[in-house]
């Protein structure tokens, strides 16, 4: 951000800017150097695009809570609440930001009729008194009226979903209800394998092929399964010797270190841990032919997509190929059965084939054509509203087309 326009942003954003240094001055946790009160959001909000953003507080619990909403075209913005301390108030609404614009992104492609949004809440993921400010958080989210939907995301657990579900309907991941989604996240990024594998090899089947992932955690599990089903061959790694041990136990996988992953002759390597490991370290070492995991936020940025498509490397867009658990998320609102859900993870097969062929044709790199399919969808249900309707919108209340399921 260009410091000589500083003066002028902070008088546009002044009311914003204060509230944020009030609440930074009331909790222990900001200072009000650390506040960023001179973060310009309205500049941020501009420049990726967003709607909304709010900020509350309530001092019976300590509580600060953010939400962003990003785009709510395609109906109403939904995304996790993350419980994260912090390093300071312009490091959250940051995060929010970027999160909620990921969101309406991942929605988009996943064909479903969800906006992008995602909340924050500032403060320690370990406190252990949390039902008073998982209420409140529920509260806030509540006055939007069903804008933005919450569900779980890190440093929040399905029992914290409970707490928000006293205050309001808008939130999904309950317990009882769609669960735990990585087995449908797990069969999207095996089904978005299999596209891969089609393109960069002419058949999708994966028997044979070898298979590096980063990760024994719970998507990765379900795909090293549904991988050794199909004869595929398996190096695994985590940093908990016992996860490993059981996937070695289960599949047959060779297990090595950690940093090893990247150095495998493997034709796959499926980043299932954690996200910004294609980075210029990595980059170098990866032998690989095709890039396909679970993991968000795979790129530490951009351009090192750009790098794999210089390097022939066929990249299978992270939010595309993990958008099973946001179609799991979804099935829960609409009441699905879970074999629709996974109907409908299984259709990252043909969004990833429509992927590879814009990036081919147009030759950019695949994360680009990805962005492109998102607002393309964007833009098109946009173009709808021209036509009236009547008394509302096409969609409905919620923001549901065609379902008028509302939760
Ligand atoms: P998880 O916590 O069950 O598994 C993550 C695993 O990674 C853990 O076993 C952890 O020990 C391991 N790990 C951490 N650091 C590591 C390292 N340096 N090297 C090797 N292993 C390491 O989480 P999950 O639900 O399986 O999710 C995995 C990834 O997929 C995350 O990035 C998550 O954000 C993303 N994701 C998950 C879902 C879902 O439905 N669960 C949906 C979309 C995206």
Redesign the pocket.
């Known amino acids: 951000m260009a410091t000589k326009r500083s003066g002028e942003r902070s008088r546009v954003s002044g009311a914003v800017a204060s509230a944020l240094g009030t609440n930074a001055a009331q909790h222990p946790s900001l200072t009000a150097k650390s506040s960023g009160a001179s973060t310009d959001i309205f500049a941020q909000m501009q420049t990726m695009g967003h709607e909304q953003v709010l900020l509350s507080h309530d001092p019976s619990c300590g509580y600060l809570g953010i939400i962003a909403i990003h785009d709510t075209t395609l109906g109403p913005a939904l995304g996790g609440t993350r419980f994260w301390q912090y390093a300071n108030t312009h490091e959250a609404v940051t995060d929010a930001l970027r999160l909620s614009r990921g969101m309406t992104y991942k929605s988009a492609v996943a064909g479903i009729n969800l906006g992008g949004g995602k909340a924050v809440i500032i403060g320690d993921n370990r406190r252990t008194d949390r039902e008073a400010l998982f209420r409140a958080h529920g509260r806030f989210v509540e006055t939007l009226g069903g804008r933005y939907i919450t569900a779980e995301d ?1 440093g929040t657990s399905p029992a914290d979903m409970e707490y928000i579900k006293l205050e309001t309907d808008y939130v999904a991941g309950l317990l009882g209800l769609s669960g ?3 087995p ?3 069969y999207g990024v095996y089904v978005g394998m299999k596209a891969a594998a089609e393109v960069c090899w002419g058949s999708d089947d994966l028997g044979g092929k070898t298979v590096a992932i ?8 379900y795909l090293a399964r549904h991988l050794h089903e199909e004869g595929a061959k398996l190096i695994v ?4 010797p016992e ?1 490993v041990e059981q996937v070695v136990r289960e599949t047959g996988a060779r297990a090595v270190a ?1 940093d090893a ?1 990247y150095d495998q002759e493997a034709d796959v390597y499926a ?5 910004a490991t294609i980075n210029d370290e990595t980059l170098p070492r990866l032998k690989v032919q095709v890039i396909a ?5 795979q790129l530490a940025e951009n351009r090192h997509g750009d790098l794999l498509q210089e390097r022939g490397i066929l990249y299978a867009p992270d939010y595309v190929i ?1 958008g ?3 179609i ?1 998320v979804y099935g829960e609102l609409h009441r699905w059965p879970t074999e629709r859900a996974q109907e409908k993870a299984g259709e990252i097969y043909d969004t990833l084939l429509r992927i590879f062929e814009i990036a081919r044709e147009e030759n950019i790199p695949t994360y680009r054509a990805a962005d492109r399919l998102a607002e393309q969808r964007i833009a098109a249900v946009a173009g709808l509203d021209r036509m009236w309707m009547g008394g509302q919108r096409g969609r409905g209340a919620a923001g549901q087309r065609g379902s008028g399921v509302q939760i």
């Open positions: 890190i735990d989604p990585s449908v996240t797990a980063q990760g024994c955690g719970k998507v990765a599990t790694t985590d940093i908990h996860k950690p992953i980043p299932c841990a954690l996200g995991g679970g993991a968000n936020n993990n099973g658990g946001v799991n």
